[in-house]
């Protein structure tokens, strides 16, 4: 049986490199030629010229806190694009949110916008996201990062325990680029759940859209993992080349078209609201001056022993903002592990008059469980340093009243999954980076850092809003506190265990503290 299955085993093989002989005849549809435009002269940069071209260097930011508005701006800039649109993202589920924004995409390649997709393969699960068959289209060109070779499902997880040190880095990063002249950026992939309030499980999350100048360093840093020999090209994929797979694709779009016109109707007259707004400048943009940071994509390719010791852009840039706040931080973290060395830096900082508050999950709303065993070995250092701290209420049912009206909390359970920080008002940071382990050693991530009071403070509002929907863990005689509104209640209640888990959480929490904090 085993050698019966041995050719099945070799069918089903792809590149890992572009240096890979079954690539020699490979020839882009995208190219550099096709980004021989003047982003300043697109309608998208039109509806602000002014604006941008007021001062050089100058961009425009604009927060998206709930998962609707995240997906309609995403569709509404699609059908605005008249040149490119590039899509790079960790996890593009095979969902309905995911089928509609590719229907919105292969819309856009039809009107001869080039598209370019990039996904990695891990987070993608590369063989069953209908996205890769978009590769069929003329106008259209999907990658896939870090692939597996062997696609084999009994093959699939067993070649990480052979090439761990490659496989075990993913591609984080999160971009949406629109003429070379907008993004956006933040926490989410692609996914309903990322979208969708009315998922049975969402991620609350956020995302800035920025306009202007800091585009084309997005842009790049697009480019240099687009190129890299570890973007392997659709093509090879069996998945990507079924004609059969595209026109059923096609149908099931057209079939939802013509069987749910109302809904269709409703859809679009959204994205068509969502497109006035913002052609008649009612987009609440924030002015400034901003960087683009992204780890190169040589990152997952270094030895254990590189990464450890790695220092790239990203975190140069954040232990230099910190270390320049003078009076406070307010940081609003999905998973947070700061490790020894950033732990005595905010304890000199927090002693030094630098006010410093948190917000992560709690161990009921997270979903790894062994980022939170890791965090609570920092926490009662940082409360006893006098640092505010709040973690995530599991659901918006814990709402005192109906004071917090976000949509991006109404759902019957809600996982914080922003990255942001505020360094004094000034400053905000935003992206794919969590402030753990994973993200400083293995993932590849990206960041926007942007210098605007306006701003600041909208993000600040924000993080604020989230310690309405979160416990405020404090100490009790050397013990941790959580103290929190639930709904109607006339008083907060205040609990001695992680409120709203059972034991079994608890005792699993535990045993997940056993993993090494490198690999959290």
Same mark, same amino acid.
């Given at each position: 049986?085993?050698?019966?299955?041995?050719?099945?085993?070799?069918?089903?093989?792809?590149?890992?490199?572009?240096?890979?002989?079954?690539?020699?005849?490979?020839?882009?549809?995208?190219?550099?030629?096709?980004?021989?435009?003047?982003?300043?002269?697109?309608?998208?940069?039109?509806?602000?010229?002014?604006?941008?071209?007021?001062?050089?260097?100058?961009?425009?930011?604009?927060?998206?806190?709930?998962?609707?508005?995240?997906?309609? /701006?995403?569709?509404?800039?699609?059908?605005?694009?008249?040149?490119?649109?590039?899509?790079?993202?960790?996890?593009?589920?095979?969902?309905?949110?995911?089928?509609?924004?590719?229907?919105?995409?292969?819309?856009?390649?039809?009107?001869?916008?080039?598209?370019?997709?990039?996904?990695?393969?891990?987070?993608?699960?590369?063989?069953?996201?209908?996205?890769?068959?978009?590769?069929?289209?003329?106008?259209?060109?999907?990658?896939?990062?870090?692939?597996?070779?062997?696609?084999?499902?009994?093959?699939?997880?067993?070649?990480?325990?052979?090439?761990?040190?490659?496989?075990?880095?993913?591609?984080?990063?999160?971009?949406?680029?629109?003429?070379?002249?907008?993004?956006?950026?933040?926490?989410?992939?692609?996914?309903?759940?990322?979208?969708?309030?009315?998922?049975?499980?969402?991620?609350?999350?956020?995302?800035?859209?920025?306009?202007?100048?800091?585009?084309?360093?997005?842009?790049?840093?697009?480019?240099?993992?687009?190129?890299?020999?570890?973007?392997?090209?659709?093509?090879?994929?069996?998945?990507?080349?079924?004609?059969?797979?595209?026109?059923?694709?096609?149908?099931?779009?057209?079939?939802?078209?013509?069987?749910?016109?109302?809904?269709?109707?409703?859809?679009?007259?959204?994205?068509?609201?969502?497109?006035?707004?913002?052609?008649?400048?009612?987009?609440?943009?924030?002015?400034?001056?901003?960087?683009?940071?992204?780890?190169?994509?040589?990152?997952?390719?270094?030895?254990?022993?590189?990464?450890?010791?790695?220092?790239?852009?990203?975190?140069?840039?954040?232990?230099?903002?910190?270390?320049?706040?003078?009076?406070?931080?307010?940081?609003?973290?999905?998973?947070?592990?700061?490790?020894?060395?950033?732990?005595?830096?905010?304890?000199?900082?927090?002693?030094?008059?630098?006010?410093?508050?948190?917000?992560?999950?709690?161990?009921?709303?997270?979903?790894?469980?062994?980022?939170?065993?890791?965090?609570?070995?920092?926490?009662?250092?940082?409360?006893?340093?006098?640092?505010?701290?709040?973690?995530?209420?599991?659901?918006?049912?814990?709402?005192?009243?109906?004071?917090?009206?976000?949509?991006?909390?109404?759902?019957?359970?809600?996982?914080?999954?922003?990255?942001?920080?505020?360094?004094?008002?000034?400053?905000?940071? /935003?992206?794919?980076?969590?402030?753990?382990?994973?993200?400083?050693?293995?993932?590849?991530?990206?960041?926007?850092?942007?210098?605007?009071?306006?701003?600041?403070?909208?993000?600040?509002?924000?993080?604020?809003?989230?310690?309405?929907?979160?416990?405020?863990?404090?100490?009790?005689?050397?013990?941790?506190?959580?103290?929190?509104?639930?709904?109607?209640?006339?008083?907060?209640?205040?609990?001695?265990?992680?409120?709203?888990?059972?034991?079994?959480?608890?005792?699993?929490?535990?045993?997940?503290?056993?993993?090494?904090?490198?690999?959290?």
């Amino acid at each position: 049986m085993f050698v019966l299955a041995l050719p099945l085993v070799g069918c089903t093989t792809v590149p890992t490199t572009t240096h890979d002989s079954r690539l020699a005849g490979y020839v882009p549809k995208i190219t550099a030629a096709d980004f021989n435009y003047d982003p300043m002269n697109t309608p998208i940069a039109h509806c602000y010229k002014d604006e941008l071209s007021a001062t050089p260097g100058v961009s425009g930011a604009t927060l998206i806190e709930d998962g609707l508005s995240a997906f309609v /701006i995403r569709a509404a800039f699609a059908r605005m694009a008249t040149k490119t649109i590039d899509l790079q993202t960790y996890i593009y589920s095979n969902d309905f949110s995911s089928k509609v924004l590719i229907g919105e995409l292969k819309n856009a390649a039809d009107r001869g916008v080039k598209v370019r997709i990039l996904l990695d393969d891990y987070g993608t699960k590369s063989d069953i996201v209908d996205v890769m068959l978009l590769n069929q289209h003329p106008n259209i060109e999907v990658k896939v990062f870090n692939t597996v070779s062997n696609r084999a499902r009994f093959l699939y997880y067993p070649q990480f325990l052979l090439d761990f040190n490659r496989l075990n880095s993913r591609m984080h990063n999160k971009l949406f680029i629109v003429d070379n002249v907008a993004y956006i950026t933040g926490g989410r992939n692609v996914g309903s759940n990322y979208f969708y309030p009315e998922t049975a499980s969402n991620f609350s999350d956020t995302d800035v859209l920025f306009l202007g100048d800091m585009t084309r360093y997005a842009t790049n840093s697009f480019n240099d993992y687009w190129e890299h020999h570890l973007s392997i090209p659709a093509s090879v994929f069996p998945k990507a080349k079924s004609k059969r797979a595209m026109r059923q694709l096609e149908r099931g779009l057209e079939e939802y078209s013509e069987n749910s016109a109302d809904a269709v109707k409703d859809y679009n007259s959204i994205i068509n609201l969502a497109m006035r707004e913002y052609r008649s400048k009612k987009f609440d943009f924030s002015w400034g001056r901003g960087k683009f940071l992204a780890d190169p994509p040589e990152k997952v390719e270094m030895t254990m022993r590189e990464k450890e010791q790695y220092r790239g852009d990203i975190i140069t840039a954040l232990q230099k903002l910190w270390s320049e706040t003078e009076k406070e931080v307010y940081l609003s973290a999905a998973y947070f592990v700061p490790g020894q060395g950033g732990l005595e830096h905010m304890l000199r900082e927090e002693n030094a008059g630098v006010h410093l508050t948190i917000v992560t999950n709690s161990l009921a709303s997270t979903n790894a469980p062994t980022v939170y065993a890791k965090w609570e070995k920092y926490r009662k250092q940082l409360i006893e340093s006098g640092a505010d701290v709040y973690e995530f209420m599991l659901s918006a049912e814990n709402l005192r009243g109906k004071e917090h009206d976000r949509e991006r909390k109404q759902s019957s359970f809600s996982v914080l999954h922003s990255k942001t920080i505020v360094f004094d008002d000034d400053i905000s940071w /935003i992206g794919s980076f969590n402030l753990d382990p994973r993200s400083a050693y293995f993932n590849t991530e990206n960041v926007a850092v942007f210098e605007s009071r306006d701003f600041a403070q909208k993000l600040r509002g924000m993080i604020i809003g989230d310690t309405v929907t979160s416990w405020h863990v404090t100490l009790q005689d050397g013990q941790p506190r959580w103290t929190g509104w639930r709904t109607g209640a006339s008083a907060p209640k205040t609990y001695k265990r992680s409120p709203d888990t059972s034991v079994f959480r608890r005792i699993w929490k535990s045993l997940c503290g056993l993993v090494p904090e490198k690999f959290v």
